[in-house]
């Protein structure tokens, strides 16, 4: 059974960083994270393949985050800097094992397997 288990996050102040981990208990074509603020729907943030590591970023978040993988340990980062108070949210990992084509790959539901979530709460 495929397992993905997110550690890292945290309280930060505004301005602050934060780095997010996601280990998959086996390897992943795609990975990316996504989010979910209270009273919201569930939103992309950043994905990344496995070959050739195209990544894309929502909008939101591009130029602050920056997703990365290490392949040999089945692991996906999310690095933000410059974290503000709407960054506020339950971060998941999600993955497929399989190429998800471009204009799927920020939608939910091209992702087979998901985190339990960690918590990122930006605030003074």
């Known amino acids: 059974q495929v397992q993905l288990v997110e550690s890292g996050g945290g309280l930060v102040q505004p301005g602050g960083s934060l780095t997010l981990s996601c280990v998959a208990s086996?390897?992943?074509?795609?990975m990316a994270w996504f989010r979910q603020a209270p009273g919201k729907e569930r939103e992309f943030v950043a994905t990344?393949?496995?070959?050739?590591?195209?990544?894309y970023y929502a909008g939101s978040v591009k130029g602050r985050f920056t997703i990365s993988r290490d392949n040999a340990k089945n692991t996906v980062y999310l690095q933000m800097n410059s974290l503000q108070l709407e960054d506020t949210a339950v971060y998941y990992c999600a993955a497929r094992t399989s190429r998800i084509i471009t204009s799927q790959q920020t939608s939910n539901s091209a992702y087979d397997y998901w985190g339990q979530g960690t918590q990122v709460t930006v605030s003074s």
């Open positions: 086996g390897p992943m074509y795609h």
């Open positions: 990344k393949e496995r070959s050739g590591g195209h990544t």
